[in-house]
């Protein structure tokens, strides 16, 4: 049995710089937006003391934690192998993820509870409503503009650690839209409106937080790729004339990384030098749909039994 590699340097170095020039664009737009938005809630919600803005201020501050945490995560993760990480730093995203869960989940426990207490209490007039009002439609603009770079960036790169920050955002889009309502819902004298889209934000958030960190954990226990993904795989491989079967095809994903290790099936006879070139071939062919892998190509004779 024979091994292979595939050495496009040139190609690599710049899809992997473009990549890593995305990846840190993503990190700084969301910080930055974070803390803005953050200045400005604290302050409506000093003018309103409305629960609600209350709940999107908890979010936006479990956001900057979450985003520095991704920026500090990223930077660790496209960092090359090195001698003691020969796969890369990958795994940092998904552990990035998991920390984002707990910040996500602990700030939706403790907005439910603070709202329960506020709701058996006696009714909360809010004041300047229509401050509160401002301060939310900003924070909408000023989400939009940072999902539309997430999904770009997420497009290009397919990082795990952009995917969990937007999660936050969008449910950080959804709280601020909430938000308004019960804004413009209290200035017409309904205050429990306030306190009911309190509850369901923080409810929305626990059941996000849910699918987020459990894609996380499956990522760090090598969850093979999806199977059309594999079955895409297998039929690159064997389109290259020459590769007569494919076998043992196992995957994983570090990060934004894919990495792959597959059996190619070769007529018995074949030149070294002839087989070596089909693995070559095999192996452009699955970097075409996915240009980012790390492929391990095992050259085999046909029939032969990799078992001792």
Request: no cysteine; aromatic share 4%; net charge negative.
């Given at each position: 049995?024979?091994?292979t590699g595939?050495n496009?340097?040139n190609t690599?170095?710049?899809?992997s710089?473009d990549?890593?020039?995305l990846?840190?664009?993503?990190?700084y737009?969301?910080?930055?937006t974070a803390?803005?938005?953050?200045?400005?809630k604290?302050?409506?919600?000093?003018?309103?003391?409305?629960?609600s803005l209350?709940a999107t201020?908890?979010?936006s501050?479990?956001d900057i934690?979450?985003?520095?945490?991704?920026l500090?995560?990223?930077r660790i993760?496209i960092?090359?192998?090195?001698?003691?990480?020969?796969?890369?730093?990958?795994?940092?995203?998904?552990l990035?993820?998991?920390?984002q869960s707990?910040f996500?989940?602990?700030?939706?426990?403790?907005?439910?509870?603070?709202?329960?207490?506020r709701?058996?209490?006696?009714?909360?007039?809010?004041?300047?409503?229509s401050?509160?009002?401002?301060?939310?439609?900003?924070s909408?603009?000023a989400?939009?503009i940072?999902?539309?770079i997430?999904?770009?960036?997420?497009?290009k790169t397919?990082?795990?650690a952009?995917k969990?920050?937007?999660?936050?955002?969008?449910?950080?889009l959804?709280?601020?839209?909430?938000?308004?309502a019960?804004?413009?819902?209290?200035?017409?004298g309904?205050h429990?409106v306030?306190?009911?889209?309190?509850?369901l934000?923080?409810?929305?958030m626990?059941f996000?937080?849910?699918?987020?960190?459990w894609?996380?954990?499956e990522?760090?226990m090598?969850?093979a790729?999806?199977?059309?993904?594999?079955?895409e795989?297998e039929?690159?491989a064997?389109?290259?004339?020459?590769?007569?079967?494919?076998?043992?095809?196992k995957?994983?994903?570090?990060?934004?990384?894919?990495?792959?290790?597959?059996?190619?099936d070769l007529?018995?006879?074949?030149?070294l030098?002839?087989a070596?070139?089909l693995?070559?071939?095999?192996?452009r062919?699955v970097?075409?749909?996915?240009?980012?892998?790390?492929i391990i190509?095992?050259?085999?004779?046909?029939?032969?039994?990799?078992e001792?």
């Open positions: 049995m024979t091994s595939l496009d340097s690599g170095k710049n899809v710089e990549k890593n020039r990846l840190k664009l993503a990190t737009a969301s910080v930055a803390s803005v938005l953050i200045i400005a604290l302050i409506a919600w000093f003018m309103t003391g409305s629960m209350l201020l908890l979010d501050t479990m934690l979450a985003s520095l945490i991704t500090f995560a990223v993760a960092a090359p192998a090195d001698e003691d990480h020969h796969f890369g730093h990958g795994k940092a995203e998904q990035a993820v998991l920390a707990a996500i989940g602990g700030s939706a426990i403790v907005l439910v509870l603070n709202t329960l207490d709701i058996t209490g006696e009714d909360v007039v809010l004041d300047n409503e401050a509160g009002i401002m301060v939310m439609v900003f909408i603009i989400t939009l940072l999902l539309s997430q999904r770009y960036v997420i497009r397919n990082s795990a952009i969990s920050d937007s999660l936050h955002y969008q449910v950080d959804l709280t601020n839209i909430a938000v308004l019960a804004l413009i819902g209290t200035s017409y309904y429990q306030d306190n009911i889209l309190a509850l934000i923080g409810g929305y626990l996000s937080v849910r699918s987020l960190a894609e996380s954990i990522q760090l090598d969850k790729l999806p199977e059309q993904e594999l079955q795989i039929r690159r064997l389109s290259v004339d020459g590769v007569l079967g494919i076998h043992d095809v995957t994983r994903m570090s990060g934004s990384t894919p990495f792959i290790q597959m059996h190619l007529e018995p006879h074949m030149p030098i002839y070596h070139e693995g070559v071939q095999a192996k062919a970097l075409e749909h996915l240009p980012e892998a790390d190509v095992h050259l085999d004779p046909e029939g032969h039994d990799d001792p």
